[in-house]
T-cell receptor
């Protein structure tokens, strides 16, 4: 089955710096890769996703890149702000068919210091 | 438009009791997913349901756990004869379409087994 590895487990940056979180996946059939932000005591919130037919997607300060050959994808946050502090999870899945479940990485705790 | 609702938010049970967790999907969503999150861990898929049907229960423990999503009312995750190892946060997500569509998560139910 699919396995998703996420690094680093913790990341501390100064406000205004960039943050990069990387994930690798094992199942080449996976074609949907969302990123979730989870604040303390809350459920995960989808912040951006990418499908395997594109290599990059950007939404304001957040971007995601996908390398299908190497089976890895990354989250890039530019101009970080203290409110970006949270745990970020990557996930992978196979879109379509009867499989609906997301396979999550173990998370990255991002701390943005003012 | 209300998001995914889960109740209760916190649930305390003694070993051997039953726990019932409820999830109301977003309006118009007919696909529900349950995930479990242990402390400092990512989310682990448990079960995927559509109205009155279990589509994928490959992540569900074989004993003591069951799930349903009736024609009317919320989805229920039921844990019988709880043990301390069941203590975790249980998240429900819903999506609009079949396979993978964007999954929207609820705030979770934090189960503590004494």
């Amino acid at each position: 089955g699919e396995n998703v590895e996420q690094h680093p487990s913790t990341l501390s940056v100064q406000e205004g710096d960039s943050a990069v979180i990387k994930c690798t996946y094992s199942d080449s059939a996976s074609n949907y890769f969302p990123w979730y932000k989870q604040e303390l005591g809350k459920g995960p919130q989808l912040i951006i996703d990418i499908r395997s037919n594109v290599g990059e997607k950007k939404d304001q300060r957040i971007a995601v890149t996908l390398n299908k050959t190497a089976k890895h994808f990354s989250l890039h946050i530019t101009e970080t702000q203290p409110e970006d502090s949270a745990v970020y999870f990557c996930a992978a899945s196979i879109e379509g068919g009867s499989q609906g479940n997301l396979i999550f990485g173990k998370g990255t705790k991002l701390s943005v210091k003012p | 438009n209300a998001g995914v609702m889960q109740n209760p938010r916190h649930l305390v049970r003694r070993r051997g009791q039953e726990a019932r967790l409820r999830c109301s999907p977003m309006k118009g969503h007919s696909h529900v997913y349950w995930y479990r999150q242990l402390p400092e861990e990512g989310l682990k898929f448990m079960v995927y349901l559509q109205k009155e049907n279990i589509i994928d229960e490959s992540g569900m423990p074989k004993e003591r756990f069951s799930a349903e999503f009736p024609k009317e009312g919320p989805s229920i995750l039921r844990i019988q004869q709880v043990v301390r190892g069941d203590s975790a946060a249980y998240f429900c997500a819903s999506s609009l379409g079949a396979g993978i569509d964007e999954q929207f998560f609820g705030p979770g139910t934090r189960l503590t087994v004494l």
